[in-house]
């Protein structure tokens, strides 16, 4: 009787360990950053970018990294938007900007580097950005994660060119590394 004890407690561990995989995989976003994304025009451009997050610490933080290269001007700015595929939405999350433009209610974003550049960070319910008309309080980070898995969310790059965005690209996208 123990054999079988031990037998069926191995295969309840063993059958709970994809459904933790499973989760671990609704927390890690990729995401290719392009002019064809752009709203309301789609736009032609040599510039690229990649998103990379990972939700942490029991959906209270996100910890991202975003590349960019061959932009066609100066990079100005890149955030989080809360809108759906070919929508354009209002950002919920800077991820930097060199205008001097967030909100007092979020701390200072870090600057955005000249292309090409990667930079990473860390952003938690500090950093939401209240957009009311949307639904999405500030500090209300819950809501901007719930979002993200819905597909409701992209990020996007702004440069002096393209004050309304150069590339742009839907998260969640492809959770590979």
């Keep these: 009787m123990r054999i079988v004890a031990l037998l ?47 939700i942490r610490d029991h959906d209270t933080a996100i910890e ?33 900007t060199n205008l001097g433009n967030a909100p007092t209610t979020v701390p200072t974003p870090q ?8 930079i990473r960070g860390r952003l938690t319910a500090l950093d939401v950005v209240a957009q009311a008309a949307q639904g999405i309080a500030s500090g209300e980070f819950a809501e901007v994660i719930r979002a993200i898995r819905a597909g409701a ?11 309304g965005g150069e590339i742009r690209g839907r998260i969640p996208g492809s959770d590979e590394d």
């Design 153 to 163: 969310t992209y990020a996007n790059v702004h440069t002096t060119g393209r004050p």
């Design 64 to 96: 991202f990294e975003l590349s960019y290269q061959d932009l066609e001007s100066t990079v100005t700015q890149a955030h989080i938007h809360l809108g759906r595929p070919a929508i354009t939405g209002g950002i919920v999350l800077f991820l930097c």
């Design 8 to 54: 069926f407690a191995l295969l309840m561990v063993v059958g709970s360990a994809p459904a933790a995989m499973a989760h671990d995989d609704d927390n890690k976003f990729r995401v290719q950053l392009s002019g064809y994304e752009e709203t309301p025009l789609t736009l032609s451009t040599p510039g690229s970018g990649q998103f990379k997050a990972r």
């Design 111 to 118: 600057g955005c580097p000249p292309a090409p550049a990667t």
